[in-house]
């Protein structure tokens, strides 16, 4: 089976290369119009909803939008110059003793016909501008819900940071309060509640960097929902945060790789390149142009119509490449080796997919190991503050002796969150990898006419 089974590339480029095992999955358990919607599977109903508000208001796929729009109406003209042309018009002039003055009023009508293919690469022109527009704005839609969504997850990771944080920080104080007992009752030296206090200092430090990293986001995420301010909430600690729990969709089929916005511009490029062969093949045969014109004439010296007005003349015109035949000759050539190199940039832009769909895929499994290993330590951890807690109770122990296996298991906690914060962000750049995100409306309702 192809990498690419159900995404024949343009202009018959074929690529040989065998589907990767991870990609060779059921089709029946999900369709592509859910991989379209892949956050929703997190079942988290706040980044739902900035999701979608962002798909509303976002300035970025307004524009794209628009851009589409201009194409559409660009691409509506694409057949003119080969359509009748009429024209009208009326001038006066001498004859050329300058005895007599004439009045000429004439309508003339011209049709290039577009032969040989010359139509045709026209309208093909058009739809590949088209289809590049559609692929900016599926561009533009894409890293818009990949970044709104590694946005919300840096804020809720960052909210569960300062919650562990935080209580790190009273692990230290308390700490440095039982080391200050300890010191005053001289069982400990001063060198020890030096190097608690650097603890405590470095707590507070940690507090203050991810204060900095959520209003970064937060500030982030409100431009890409288009609001001059975030919320409030994106800005305050909630020890009650917690991270989605992901749950991809249970296939990703190869032919998905061609929702990539780069590989739909780079399509839409082998489409240019060969609507310009088109147009310079064509050039290398001769140019036939209906033309016709009707002519009316007065003589406004003497105050009578000339014998030959009113007498319409139809005929051909015929543009031969002779002595420019060898340039256009070249050009055709040119464009011929332009075709090739898009069509290699095409190939080129598959391959590329691929591999960051299969490093994003590297990137969630080794996500999954690593918080299979924090899992078990946080066991032991768990464990050995129970045993502590039975020992502090029987007065085998003291609240100090404690505190360290504490602070260890809250940071183990927050790499434990970490961990689960990255693999979430590896989910989300495989599905930005596979150009996974709804189609626009505008798109939906005027596909592209554009067919490999």
Known sequence: MSLLAGCAAPVAVKLDQTTPAQWQQPAAAAGQAELAQWWRTWNDPALNALVDEALAQNLDVAQAVLRLKQQRLLAGTANAPFMPVVSTGARTLQDIAAVDSYFHASIDVSWDLGLFGDSQAARRSADAGVLDAQAQLHAARVALVADVVHRYLDIRLAQVQRALAAKQQQQAVRQQQLLQVRRDQRLTDTDSLQQQQLQLNAAQAQLATLGEAQARSAHALAALLGRDRPDARWLQPDGA????????????????????????????????????????????????????????????????????????????????????????????????????ASIKAYRQAVLNGVAEAEGALAAVAAQQQRQQTLQAAQQIHASRDKTQAIRQQLGLSSELAGIENARASLQNQSDIATAKAAQALAYVALYKAVGAAPVDAVVAAQPAEVQP
């Open 241 to 340: 945060a917690a991270l989605p729990s992901v749950q991809p969709a249970a296939v990703l089929p190869a032919d998905l790789l061609r929702s990539r916005p780069d590989i739909q511009s780079a399509e839409a490029a082998v489409e240019q390149a060969a609507a310009e062969v088109g147009v310079s093949h064509a050039a290398l045969y001769p140019r036939l142009t209906l033309t016709g014109s009707l002519l009316f004439a007065y003589n406004l010296t003497r105050n009578h119509r000339t014998t030959s007005d009113s007498i319409p003349m139809v005929g051909p015109q015929i543009d031969i490449p002779l002595f420019d035949w060898g340039r256009r000759r070249a050009v055709a050539d040119g464009k011929d080796l332009a075709l090739q």
